[in-house]
């Protein structure tokens, strides 16, 4: 399980165990906190095609899926 401070999850980069659309490299471009500091959304973006989707920033935890830094 990747440990993730959701005070410095913008910009972090992160590499998709399973790439699609040769798509594997990622950073999170957008991170909306509410008043409490909570996250309310967050965004990644693909560096090869600048494709941005929304994404729960909980499913970056996830190892099997994720990779914190580009590998």
Same mark, same amino acid.
Do not use: C, F
């Given at each position: 399980?990747?440990?993730?401070?959701?005070?410095?999850?913008?910009?972090?980069?992160?590499?998709?165990?399973?790439?699609?659309?040769? +798509?594997k490299h990622f950073i999170v471009?957008?991170?909306?906190? #509410?008043?409490? @500091?909570?996250v309310i959304s967050c965004s990644? +973006?693909?560096?090869?095609?600048?494709?941005?989707?929304?994404? #729960?920033?909980? @499913?970056?935890?996830?190892?099997?899926?994720?990779?914190?830094?580009?590998?």
């Open positions: 399980m990747n440990k993730i401070n959701p005070l410095k999850l913008r910009n972090s980069k992160w590499t998709a165990v399973t790439p699609a659309d040769k +798509e471009s957008e991170v909306e906190y #509410d008043e409490e @500091d909570v990644i +973006e693909a560096v090869m095609s600048r494709r941005s989707t929304p994404i #729960d920033w909980h @499913d970056l935890k996830d190892d099997g899926r994720w990779l914190h830094g580009w590998q």
